[in-house]
């Protein structure tokens, strides 16, 4: 499922928000484990978990260990947005962290995903150096603090919420109203 088709078929247009999503961890990360507090073993078993409900509704998902501070990749990804290269640099983002593992807290895995996705290397460095866009994710942040948004995703639609991975047809179906 893409928030391409969504837009394109059932005409609504999508608006990406940051959300601090464990901005505790650091930049080399921990384990999933450690943040969890839990076995390694849990971890896999909920991770498998995870990766079955991808499959279902056709998203790729890998057999993640670590996780990673987000919080500059979501800098960049409003700098992308803004340029009209957002889906395009959120696809690639997801797939390096959710699928392989990479951690999009560095710099070097930000420039190589930019240019991956035909975004100029010598501007996002300079947005990334210049923290250009540390407002608009603080800002982003705040509301979704504002609305208690506690998980992601989370789609919000006429003071409605569906929270977590959803098929096509189930979010076409809320979007209709027909799912409350």
């Known amino acids: 499922m893409s928030i391409e088709k969504i837009e394109k078929n ?79 640099f959120h696809k690639a983002a997801f797939r390096a962290y959710m699928v392989e593992g990479k951690n999009i807290a560095k710099k070097s895995v930000l420039l190589e995903l930019s240019r991956s996705v035909g975004l100029p290397g010598a501007e996002a460095e300079d947005i990334l150096e210049a923290r250009a866009f540390k407002d608009a994710v603080d800002k982003d942040w705040d509301e979704s603090r504002r609305l208690n948004i506690q998980a992601v995703p989370t789609l919000i639609f006429n003071g409605q919420r569906l929270v977590g991975f959803q098929t096509y047809e189930k979010i076409a179906q809320w979007l209709s109203g027909n799912l409350l």
């Open 10 to 88: 059932l005409d609504v247009t999508a608006k990406w928000r940051c959300f601090p999503l464990h901005p505790e961890i650091p930049d080399e990360g921990i384990s999933i484990a450690r943040l969890l507090n839990t076995s390694t073993e849990e971890v896999r078993s909920y991770m498998q978990t995870l990766k079955n409900k991808a499959k279902d509704i056709g998203l790729p998902f890998g057999q993640l260990q670590d996780t990673y501070n987000t919080r500059f990749s979501q800098e960049l990804g409003l700098w992308a947005d803004s340029l009209g290269r957002g889906y395009a």
